[in-house]
Structure formats: C-alpha cells, structure tokens
C-alpha cells in the first residue's frame, strides 16, 4: 500500500481511536471487517480499470497480464455479471419492467418495459429527473401507454428475455455511469442508456417529451450520483 498516502500506523491509531473502550477480541473483529473493505475496494479500484480497458479495446491477455494472471483467471474474476455494480433501486426497476412486460402478457421485456420500471422507483434518480422535465409521473405514463404493443394472448411463464434494443440500453448504461465517474449503476444511467439506443421505443418517448441526451447528462450530472 505503499503508493497511497495511507500505512499500517494510521490504520491503528484511528481504530484505537475510535474504540478506545473496546477489548482486544473486539478490536480483531472490527479489524477483520475493515480489511474486508479495504480489500472490496482494491477489487473495486482494479474492476474500474479493467472495464476501461476493455472499453478501450484491450484483450483478456492483455489484461491478465496487467494483473499478473492468467488471461482466464483474469476474466474469470474480473469479468463483472450483468447487474453486478446496479444499485438496488435500479435491480429494482429492472425486476418491474419484467413485470410490466408480464402483465401485459408481452413475450420480451423492451425499453418502454425498462422506463416503466424506472417510474416505478420513486426514490430514483431517474424518477427525479422524468417527473421534473415533463410535469407529471402521469404524463410519462400515458406517453408509454400510447406506443406499447397490445397485450399478448396468453401470460409467459418463467424468465422474460431482454429485447436487443433492451441490451443495448443497459450497456449503455453500464457506460453512462464509467463516464461520469460513478461506482455504481443507479436508475440515473439506465434512463442515459435508454435515449442512448437510437430509433429504440423508449428513445423516441423521452425526445417526444422534450429530452436530448446531452440534456439529459446535464440533468443527471448536476444532480450527482444516487
């Protein structure tokens, strides 16, 4: 840890510091969990990276080689799940678009699906930013309504899958919030990510209500991370 302006003395005395009535077996334990953390965030700090790398083009090789691994135990580690860095209220949102896409007996979940869910999630960003530019949580609504398929004759069973355009939009967000410098992927870069993906549904209702994509990562940047 030698490159950062921190060392072993600082971590004692500011735990010591903090505890000064705790024991011995008390101190371990807070210990233990504080080296999680540190370890959680070297793990996050080399993920950063990594996802930059690979934006840039770099291979798995070249990667693992950066680390000083294998180019599979590189991937195998680093390689990140599909909602792996979302926060919980985008995980959320994602799980009522499934939803949304369900009760409307719709065989994929597409990005009108994805913006309903993120309408779904008052404590959003994402809601913040949709309610303040077009009025009302109602107005947004009733522009989805208008452009959403007719519901499907019989109810899908089990897993819906993504509609490609529904792909592409959570990649999208997944970049929007890497731009901004962001940890974690919040209901704010999945809306970014949905007028990202042009001609997609979603894209269209968000211009039709009077957002751009730049206005947008304005709205989203003034606003900070969530």
Known sequence: MSPLDINLADLIARLDEELPEAGDLAHISEARLRAQTLSDLGDQLIDHYVSKAKRSGASWTEIGDAIGVSKQAAQQRHAPGPFERFTE??????????EAARTRKHESIGTAHLLLGLLGESQGLAYEVLTAQAGTEQRVRDAVAEVL?????KAPRGHIAFAEESKEAIEQARNASAELGHDRVGT???????IRVEGSTAAGILRDLGFTP????????????R
Request: hydrophobic share 45%; net charge negative.
């Open 89 to 98: 209220t985008n995980r959320h949102g994602i799980v009522l678009a499934q």
């Open 188 to 194: 704010e870069h999945m809306l970014l990510g949905l």
């Open 214 to 225: 730049d206005g947008l990562r304005e709205a989203v940047a003034a606003r900070g991370e």
């Open 149 to 153: 398929p007719p519901a499907g004759a």
